[in-house]
Antibody, heavy 125, light 106 residues
C-alpha cells in the first residue's frame, strides 16, 4: 500500500522561504519510472501542479514559479522536499504531494495516485 | 503551455441523473488525459487514467472518452457520494489541470 504525508509549517510570513516535506512509503524513488509531484489548491480555486522529481533525478517546475521552486529527493529517507522562496499571501493554499504513475516507462503518459491528505499553509504577517 | 478548459464550471443534478463533463486541450494531447474527484477536506482521487481506463476500485458508472483535444467524463447514474469537484489533467507536456467542475445537489 502506498501512502504519502505532507509536513511543514502551517504559517509563514511574507518574503520567507517555505519548506515542505513529503514522506512516503510503499515505493522507492530508486525504482525506474517512479516519481513524486507537488500540487497546491488555493482556497476556492483549482488545483495547480507545482513540481515533480523522478527516480533518475529528472525535475520540472511550473513555468510561472520556476524561479522560486526547488525540489529534491532523499531516497534513503523516502522523502521529497519542496522549497518555495519569497512567499506571498497569494501562495496561501493546501499543498499536496502525490505519487506519479507511468502508463509504462518512457511512455510520457503519467497520472497522480495516490495523493497525501494535504497541508494548509497560510502566508500572513 | 497547454491549457485545459473544463465545462461546465458547475452543474446541479439529482441522484440517478446522467452527468457529462467535458475537457478541451489547447493542443493535441493524444490520450494523455486523466480525471480526478475531489471532495472537501479529502485528498483528490484518481478516477480515469489515459483518457478511458477506469482506475481499480472506481465504480463502473464512471467512464471516460476522447482523444486529441476533446475529452468527456460521464457518470451514468449519479449517486449521493458523487457530489464533488471533478478535474481533468494532461501529462502530454509537463502537467496542467482544468479549472474544475463542481457537481452539486439539485
Amino acid at each position: 500500500q502506498i501512502t504519502l504525508r505532507e509536513s511543514g509549517p502551517t504559517v509563514v510570513k511574507p518574503t520567507q522561504t517555505l519548506t515542505l516535506t513529503c514522506t512516503f512509503s510503499g515505493f522507492s524513488l530508486s525504482t525506474s519510472g517512479v516519481g513524486v509531484a507537488w500540487i497546491r489548491q488555493p482556497p476556492g480555486k483549482a488545483l495547480e501542479w507545482l513540481a515533480f522529481i523522478q527516480w533518475d533525478d529528472d525535475k520540472a517546475y511550473r513555468p510561472s514559479l520556476k524561479s522560486r521552486l526547488t525540489i529534491t529527493k532523499d531516497t534513503a529517507k523516502n522523502q521529497v522536499v519542496l522549497t518555495m522562496s519569497n512567499m506571498d499571501p497569494v501562495d496561501t493554499a493546501t499543498y499536496y504531494c502525490a505519487h506519479i504513475v507511468p502508463l509504462r516507462v518512457g511512455s510520457g503518459s503519467f497520472w497522480f495516485d495516490p495523493w497525501g491528505e494535504g497541508t494548509l499553509v497560510t502566508v500572513s504577517s | 503551455d497547454i491549457q485545459m478548459t473544463q465545462s461546465p464550471s458547475s452543474l446541479s443534478a439529482s441522484v440517478g441523473d446522467r452527468v457529462t463533463i467535458t475537457c478541451r486541450a489547447s493542443q493535441t494531447i493524444n490520450t494523455f488525459l486523466n480525471w480526478y474527484q475531489h471532495q472537501p477536506g479529502k485528498a483528490p482521487k484518481l478516477l480515469i487514467y489515459a483518457a478511458y481506463s477506469l482506475q481499480s476500485g472506481v465504480p463502473s458508472r464512471f467512464s471516460g472518452s476522447g482523444s486529441g483535444t476533446d475529452f468527456t467524463l460521464t457518470i451514468s447514474s449519479l449517486q449521493a457520494e458523487d457530489f464533488a469537484t471533478y478535474y481533468c489533467q494532461q501529462s502530454y507536456s509537463s502537467f496542467t489541470f482544468g479549472g474544475g467542475t463542481k457537481v452539486e445537489i439539485k
